[in-house]
């Protein structure tokens, strides 16, 4: 049970630019627990996306931007390619110090 | 090159228990906490435990609080999960990942991950 909300889908066009909302609570996001990003291709294990909030790991491209504000965090992908379809999902921490993951979102290139 | 290979998974009946493991290589392990992680077919991302370096610091979701354990053998750089008391809706594609710190603390993240192993309980 998912305690970190994400819409379901986004879907944009190639070369637009996307954003995925990460919508938590005062005892997780709010608590100032930072956020990190991962992107899941199709029939393949995560892969970390962006860490600490808005930190891109070596070899990821800068068109993937992450940012937070108080109990929500962002991730922004400017110009869209057919590549960036996958799942993307947020990960935080809990009050109980837990792991906690967002919905997961669906990213479309029409 | 890191590299965290799953194995154990199978057909299970409801009840029942079962051991996955997670071979660790390319780093040194007892560096780092490691993390279980579940994905039901077609549904999100669930953490399920964490352990740190030294087997000190130990956490459970509460899904699987009292049913499963996790464990580690630094000298065999490897991961357990013993699973008992299986339910259908432990189902799921698990995957081993690493944290980026020593233990399990807030605010760290994952990686990498495994390529997952298959648990399916069904009778």
């Known amino acids: 049970q998912s305690v970190l909300t994400q819409p379901p889908s986004v879907s944009g066009a190639p070369g637009q630019r996307v954003t995925i909302s990460c919508t938590g609570s005062?005892?997780?996001?709010?608590?100032?627990?930072?956020v990190h990003w991962y992107q899941q291709l199709p029939g393949t294990a995560p892969k970390l996306l962006i860490y600490g909030n808005s930190n891109r790991p070596s070899g990821v491209p800068d068109r993937f931007s992450g940012s937070k504000s108080g109990t929500s965090a962002s991730l922004a992908i400017t110009g869209l390619q057919a590549e960036d379809e996958a799942d993307y999902y947020c990960q935080s921490y809990d009050s109980s110090l837990s792991a906690v993951f967002g919905t997961g979102t669906k990213v479309t290139v029409l | 090159e890191v590299q965290l290979v799953e194995s154990g998974g199978g057909l299970v009946q409801p009840g029942r228990s079962l051991r996955l493991s997670c071979a660790a290589s390319g780093f040194t392990f007892d560096d780092y906490a490691m993390h279980w992680v579940r994905q039901a077919p077609g549904k999100g991302l669930e953490w399920v435990s964490g352990i740190s370096w030294n087997s000190g610091s130990i956490g459970y979701a509460d899904s699987v609080k009292g049913r499963f354990t996790i464990s580690r053998d630094n000298a065999k750089n490897s991961l357990y999960l013993q699973m008992n008391s299986l339910r259908a809706e432990d189902t799921a594609l698990y995957y081993c990942a690493k944290d980026i710190g020593s233990i399990a603390a807030a605010g760290n993240w994952f990686d990498p991950w495994g390529q997952g192993t298959l648990v399916t309980v069904s009778s």
């Open positions: 005062s005892s997780n996001i709010g608590a100032g627990y930072d």
